[in-house]
Each structure stands twice: as structure tokens, then as C-alpha cells.
């Protein structure tokens, strides 16, 4: 079993930055693909970035590339999402997960593909 705790979130004006953290429970935590997801009110949940075990390979959202980074350090069990220049339409409840498979193909992009998910981390951005 993992259990995955996101922080980091907060209140930020247009232009500004966070770096959210998602620490992962678990002995073989290290080792699982990780993404990141997002949710605003009335919306569907949208894939943000994923990254592979060893954190060579990532993948962002055509809607944050170039503003948002995601990062690991398997020797904390954590992954990081760097978010700079955040707009008004970034704002949402932003999640992590993990996931007991490799990516194949583009499925890092399925949400249905993760095992476990965290509880969520609020990140509101003001114009």
C-alpha cells in the first residue's frame, strides 16, 4: 500500500510561482511512475506532467510547458511540480498519483492508470 501526501499549495497572484511536494509512503515508492492531475470546480480532472521512476523521462500538458516542472528525489520518496507563471486558469485542487506500471505509449495521461492518488492540495490563482 502507498499513501501519497500533497503540500505546497497556497494563494499566489497571476505571474507568480509554487512548488507543490508529494511525498509517497510505502518501501517500493521510489521505484512507481508518478504524475500530477488537476481539478477546478465544474470541470473534469486534466493531466498536468508525469515523470518515470528514475525521473530521465517526463511529460507535460501542452497547457504548462514551459511554465511548470516536475521533478523526484527517490531518496526522499518525493516529487515536486515547480509551477512559474501561473495564470488565473491554473487555479484548481491539484493531486498526485502514483502508479504500479510503466508508461506505455502517451497513457501517462490516463488518471485511470494510477493506483493510488493523494488527498489534494488547493492552488488558487488571482488576477
Not at 492531475?37 to 480532472?45: D, T, V
Not at 507535460?60 to 486558469?89: C, I
Not at 506500471?101 to 488527498?119: A, K, L, P, T, V
Request: charged share 20%.
Amino acid at each position: 500500500q502507498v499513501q501519497l501526501e500533497e503540500s505546497g499549495g497556497g494563494l499566489v497572484q497571476a505571474g507568480g510561482s509554487l512548488r507543490l511536494s508529494c511525498v509517497a509512503s510505502g518501501r517500493t515508492a521510489s521505484t512507481y511512475p508518478m504524475g500530477w492531475f488537476r481539478q477546478a470546480p465544474g470541470k473534469e480532472r486534466e493531466f498536468v506532467a508525469a515523470i518515470s521512476s528514475s525521473g530521465r523521462n517526463t511529460f507535460y500538458a501542452d497547457s504548462v510547458k514551459g511554465r511548470f516542472t516536475v521533478s523526484r528525489v527517490n531518496a526522499k520518496n518525493t516529487v515536486y511540480l515547480q509551477m512559474n507563471s501561473l495564470k488565473p486558469e491554473d487555479t484548481a485542487v491539484y493531486y498526485c498519483a502514483a502508479r504500479t506500471s510503466y508508461f506505455q505509449n502517451s497513457d501517462y495521461r490516463e488518471g485511470d492508470r494510477y493506483d493510488y492518488w493523494g488527498q489534494g492540495t488547493q492552488v488558487t490563482v488571482s488576477s
